[in-house]
């Protein structure tokens, strides 16, 4: 084998290793890849722990809760929401308000592996009622949170999870 073909056969070795690496180390989803029932602990800076439940189904996001009381999860109910998707990102709003009090939550969602999504979630609750630090303002607070989802088939094999510690 002359030097040229000796050189031509190492590179394309080289090039498909590479691929081959780089191929099995990325995980890129599909809007299907995000189907099911997501559930983890978040931490914000200060260790304060929120629970999050996201199911996803035909590429719609809903927020759920887990009832301590009767041990079901629950979907919440809030005024507006709305999901994205595109490539290995999923963006979940919701807002709600009551009385005195509005508030917005947005997760941001990355597909880290098949049955991991990394998730940071902002919430911004705003009063009318006036600030203490900023007087004419409107009271106004907000909070940042991440940490990683993982996936569940269905409420049911996640309410079985939840109460196995029982």
Known sequence: ??????????MLVLICTLLFLTANGQHVATPNSYEGIWA???KNSKDSKLA????????????????????KIEK???LKEMTMIAGNNLSYTWMNKG???????????????????????????????ESKDDPGMNDEWSTYFQGFL????SIQELEKFMNSDD
């Open 40 to 42: 983890g602990v978040l």
């Open 150 to 153: 993982d996936r569940f088939e």
């Open 1 to 10: 084998m002359n030097k040229k073909a000796s050189f031509f056969k190492s």
């Open 52 to 71: 999050v439940i996201v199911r996803v189904s035909n590429g719609t996001a809903t927020r759920y809760n887990y009832n301590v009381d009767n041990k």
């Open 99 to 129: 009385g005195v009090w509005s508030e917005t939550q947005t997760h941001m969602m990355s597909y880290a592996a098949p049955d991991m999504l990394k998730c940071r979630l902002i919430r911004q609750v705003t009063n009318t009622e």
């Open 76 to 78: 919440y109910d809030f």
